[in-house]
């Protein structure tokens, strides 16, 4: 596609059930990032692919969250047992296969909403 | 580990020149980001600098001294539209890809 797509645009959800985020990335680009951001906050990595690998997992949470990437396209973002903490908006991001040397650029979705009550 | 320090919030008027500053430590460095986001967009990409010295482009600019792990952003003839929250990042050096922000600076433009 054009752009990085994210599906659900908004989810609300009960305390304790598990919720999917789909991420679509911009096509042929090899390396995909999940964010999170709290209401007025930063950006807080999550986790990082190359392909389907993914090399970096240093931000998730907890053992409550996981990620998958098929395909070397589309990635999911599990959260298990959901608690009220976990609102936030969940931003998909990918880029080429940079490295060190490459721009910095992310192109970021427009996030998932997730409310939990 | 690394982490980032930008002003919260920042006012102007229109037609102003407005700058944010940035300061970073990392194990590491690779460059300097920025991103805008408006309430409830995504973030996009306006500039980067992996050496030291101003990139300009349009009427944002782009500073940055390694040696001082400092950076800022400048933007120039201010419009209403650029009221919206801008982020640094930075790559580091250890060997991870992913890029870790600033919380963010509030820009209000008014008019």
């Known amino acids: 596609g054009a752009g990085v797509s994210q599906s659900p645009s908004n989810k609300v959800t009960e305390k304790g059930k598990d919720v999917e985020l789909r991420c679509d990335p911009i096509?042929?680009?090899?390396?995909l990032y999940w964010y999170r951001q709290s209401l007025g906050q930063g950006l807080e990595f999550l986790i990082y692919f190359q392909g389907n690998s993914a090399p970096d997992k240093s931000g998730l949470p907890s053992d409550r969250f996981s990620a998958e990437r098929t395909g070397g396209s589309v990635s999911t973002l599990t959260i298990q047992r959901t608690q009220q903490e976990d609102s936030a908006v969940y931003l998909c991001?990918?880029?080429?296969?940079?490295?060190?040397?490459?721009?910095?650029?992310?192109?970021f979705g427009e996030g998932s909403r997730l409310t939990v009550l | 580990g690394q982490s980032l320090e930008q002003p919260s919030e920042v006012t102007a008027v229109e037609g102003a020149i407005v700058q944010i500053n940035c300061t970073y430590q990392t194990s590491g460095f690779y460059g300097l980001s920025w991103y805008q986001q408006h309430d409830g967009g995504a973030p996009t990409f306006l500039s980067y600098n992996a050496l030291d010295g101003l990139e300009e482009t349009g009427r944002f600019s782009s500073f940055l001294s390694r040696s001082d792990s400092y950076g800022y952003l400048l933007l120039q003839e201010l419009q209403m539209k650029d009221s919206a929250s801008y982020f640094c990042a930075v790559r580091d050096g250890a060997g991870r890809r992913a890029l870790t922000f600033g919380s963010g600076t509030r820009l209000q433009v008014q008019p």
């Open positions: 991001a990918s880029s080429s296969s940079g490295g060190p040397q490459s721009t910095g650029e992310l192109f």
């Open positions: 096509s042929g680009h090899t390396a």
